[in-house]
């Protein structure tokens, strides 16, 4: 929830079932294409506290980092 928060494909106070929506938006067939992919960057880049945006590859397209 949080990266999609961030990246802003939902907005910060979003709901679990919000984020589940977007993602049904962006991939009808098959919506968790971006569960792996966001889990990751959630947990190497984009974390709680301090995140690295220099390092994570959303960082030229995120508005967390810009």
Known sequence: MR??????????????EEVIYCAREMNPAYPGIF?????EIGRHW??????NC???????????CL
């Open 54 to 64: 220099t390092a994570c590859y959303l960082n030229q397209v995120c508005p967390k």
């Open 35 to 39: 569960d792996l992919s966001i889990w």
């Open 3 to 16: 990266v999609f928060q961030r990246i802003g494909l939902v907005h910060r106070d979003a709901s679990r």
């Open 46 to 51: 984009c974390r709680p506290q301090n995140p």
